[in-house]
């Protein structure tokens, strides 16, 4: 098949005819051994309005030239306006589409020869990628690292991702109809680890933040009803929690993952605050109706001036000796 450069001259200098008929799609010849995707089609077979079948029509410029430049995939059986220059056959090409299967295409940057934008459509799939290779022509995927790359699907899912120069996932947005969903990784040695994930959906919104090991050490919740964080060790054991929702707020101490202590709790329905160990030891303010202290041990009171003053009664219980000591005890 001539050059297509050297026949673009000759046309332009010899100032020959093109001629541009109707024609209907009859085969896409597909690029069976395409190292990047098996439905990638160079040209198509068409038929004449009267009958004439023309081979191997191009759908771009330069078919040898399979990595460059932009090709549109026409439906099958659908009707396309082909061109032949000075009525030579092996010189026919897509002018315009009536009806499109696929896009694709790659486009090189402007300031780095290696580094290309790469893109395919269909009806169903979008993407479109940043890539790093060593040249405009390169085939071997081995040869094509990612740089960046957008994916869209029938689905309605939406995904953004950036990675290193071996190719490995730095960060990852993946959006769905109800969800978005964004990853920070750490990359040591070429394994890839979740760093920071965040999670975002109609009624629930969530950080989860994680070691290098990949252990979970810490994490937030939040819905319309409540919001919690959580911290652990690198272990990835609870360590402690603080809940809040409409009605209270309360704080947990956990001993090898399993909860031990409940730290304090501020609750709303019952008018009380609470900071506890366990039942024998708080301290429950209870609003207007009463204050209560239990512990197992000894409770002191420490200061310059204690005053005790009651409007009914005031009652000491021991089941031992009750002490009273001072340089002037009055009771009255």
Known sequence: MENITDLIKNVAVNNKNIETFAAKVIEINKETDSPHNTEDAYTVNLMRSDGAIIKNVRLKASIQDVEQGIITIPKKDSWVLASIIDGVETRA????????????????????????LDYSADGSRLYIRYINADSETETDEKKIADVAKIEFDKNQNFRIS?????????????????????TFNSIE???????????????????????EK????????????????????????????????KTKIAGYLFEEDELKKLAFELNGESDSIRLKKDDANLIELKGKTAIN????????????????????????????????????????
Do not use: C, W
Not at 101 to 108: K, P, V
């Open 214 to 245: 990949g252990k979970e050490l810490n994490s937030i919740l939040a819905t319309p009803e409540k919001y919690s964080i959580l911290l652990k060790n690198d272990e990835d054991k609870k360590q402690s929690s603080l809940t809040i929702d």
């Open 162 to 182: 950036y990675f290193d120069e071996n190719e490995k996932p730095l960060s990852t947005t993946h959006f769905s109809p109800d969800s978005l969903t964004t």
């Open 189 to 211: 040695n070429k394994e890839v680890k979740e760093h920071l994930t965040l999670a975002v959906s109609k009624d629930t919104v969530s950080f989860k933040f994680k070691n």
């Open 93 to 116: 090409f897509i002018s315009q589409y009536a009806e499109v299967d696929r896009i694709m295409g790659r486009i090189q940057a402007v300031n780095d020869s290696k580094l290309f």
């Open 293 to 332: 202290i239990k512990t197992e041990g000894d409770f002191n009171i420490e200061a310059k001036n204690i005053n005790m003053k009651s409007t009914e009664k005031t009652n000491i219980n021991a089941s031992g000796d009750t002490i009273i000591t001072g340089n002037n005890v009055k009771i009255n």
